[in-house]
């Protein structure tokens, strides 16, 4: 365990605090456990008014507690309830405060999905990991560009609207097509070669790739492996464009851009020539009235800044802690007068018990204390008593001499 978990410094003393074991047990859990998918049928459930979603999955028997953040499910196209079947995928985390193990849990499906939709959810979360859908990744697409190259069916709709669209926006633009299979066996790895074979070629500013729409098993060649590391080793920028505008496949993810349609993808890959002959005009406008709003953002900023609360909070943290400092000192008073007071009471309480108990008390009570007159030792028995004894008797207001004589 020391070589892959750091115990807690309590641990030396062989022992673990509750909190310290927790979070020990979270660590291990959380780094050993891979993400999964996990089938059941949902129970207890609450949707926060956070928006966060509390609920548990079980079979005939177990359950599994879940949570769904509110980022997460808001893009769920379905409401869960309690007695549905759903697959969900996501990772086990632990919840310190209660000890407790949960599913923290990324997607949510209706149970019951297919073969394909599995197997894309799997790829999609292997390529995630990998980073192949990082925005870092992402190239910018050429703002005028010279020479376009097409990946496609060459007997597709998706051809002609290509064609279409390009030539009327900017007709400069040398359009170049590489035919591909575009479904059924062996299309996955004909795009990918077709993609390489630009990037070798090296003559062209951008990359449109796709087809028209269909079902999950028409588009499944843009949700293979291959053709999706073909996109993202490609250094020219590519377009996807694969399906209607519902449809999403891996290739979408991977590609520098993604277009709903054939024809959303050539709007996006050239600029309209009737607009072009205004862009200098409209970028001295833009450039003036941008400046002109950021001098005006900056000082409406800075005027805000003064006012902001941020430089008033310092100020009013010292006059809190002013008017707590004054509380404490107003609490801690009464209570010294309260103790006071007590003491006082209980003072003049053991006052009146030792008085009570006084020597000067008991002799106003009608008792006499006797001493001998000579080494004015108590007398306290009749033993000590000689014939004709001489004796001091003290009463509460005096002394008075006298003479004893003991009875035979």
């Known amino acids: 365990m020391r070589d892959f978990i750091d115990l807690p410094l309590s641990q030396e003393r062989g022992t ?8 020990l047990i979270k660590q291990l859990i959380e780094s050993q456990l891979p993400h999964m998918w996990i089938e059941g049928e949902i129970s207890n459930f609450i949707h926060h008014s956070s ?35 759903v697959l969900l995928h996501g990772r086990i985390t632990v919840y310190e405060r209660r000890g407790q193990y949960q599913l923290d849990v990324h997607e949510m499906h209706p149970s019951g999905v297919g073969a394909l939709q599995m197997a894309f959810e799997q790829l999609k979360e292997k390529l995630l990991e990998e980073g192949l859908f990082d925005e870092s990744h992402k190239q910018e697409l050429p703002q005028f560009p010279e020479a376009i190259g097409i990946v496609t069916s060459p007997t597709g709709a998706a051809l002609r609207d290509l064609f279409s669209v390009l030539r009327r926006r900017w007709p400069a633009a040398e359009l170049i097509l590489r035919p591909a299979l575009v479904q059924g066996d062996g299309a996955a790895k004909d795009v990918a070669d077709a993609i390489s074979e630009f990037n070798d070629y090296g003559n062209v500013d951008l990359l449109i790739v796709g087809r028209g729409g269909g079902s999950l098993e028409d588009l499944w060649a843009f949700n293979e492996e ?12 590519i377009i996807s464009s694969v399906g209607h505008e519902v449809d999403f496949t891996i290739a979408d993810f991977v590609a520098d851009v993604r277009a709903a349609t054939p024809s959303a993808a050539a709007e996006l890959a050239v600029p309209d020539s009737k607009e ?6 409209q970028q001295i406008s833009r450039a003036y009235s941008l400046t002109k709003a950021q001098t005006a ?6 005027n805000g800044l003064q006012l902001s609360y941020g430089l008033r909070r310092p100020r009013d943290i010292v006059k809190q802690y002013s008017q707590r400092l004054d509380e404490l000192s107003l609490r801690m008073q009464r209570a010294a007068s309260a103790h006071a007071a007590k003491e006082r009471m209980r003072f003049e309480a053991l006052k009146r018990e030792l008085n009570a108990l006084s020597y000067e008390s008991i002799l106003k009570r009608g008792f006499v204390v006797i001493r001998d007159a000579e080494d004015g030792k108590v007398l306290s028995s009749v033993s ?19 003479e004893l004589n003991r009875k035979n």
Request: net charge positive.
């Open 276 to 281: 072009v002959f205004a862009l200098i005009s």
């Open 297 to 302: 953002q900056a000082r409406e900023k800075l």
């Open 384 to 402: 000590q008593v000689n014939a004709k004894h001489a004796v001091e008797i003290t009463f509460s207001d005096g002394t008075l001499e006298g």
């Open 16 to 23: 673990l605090s509750v909190s310290e074991a927790t979070k």
């Open 226 to 237: 291959i053709v999706a590391r073909a996109i993202h080793d490609s250094e020219i920028p």
């Open 51 to 85: 928006g966060h979603m509390y609920f548990s999955v079980k079979d005939a028997k177990a359950t599994m507690s879940c949570t769904m953040w509110a980022g997460r499910n808001a893009l769920l196209r379905f409401e869960p309830v309690n007695g549905m079947k």
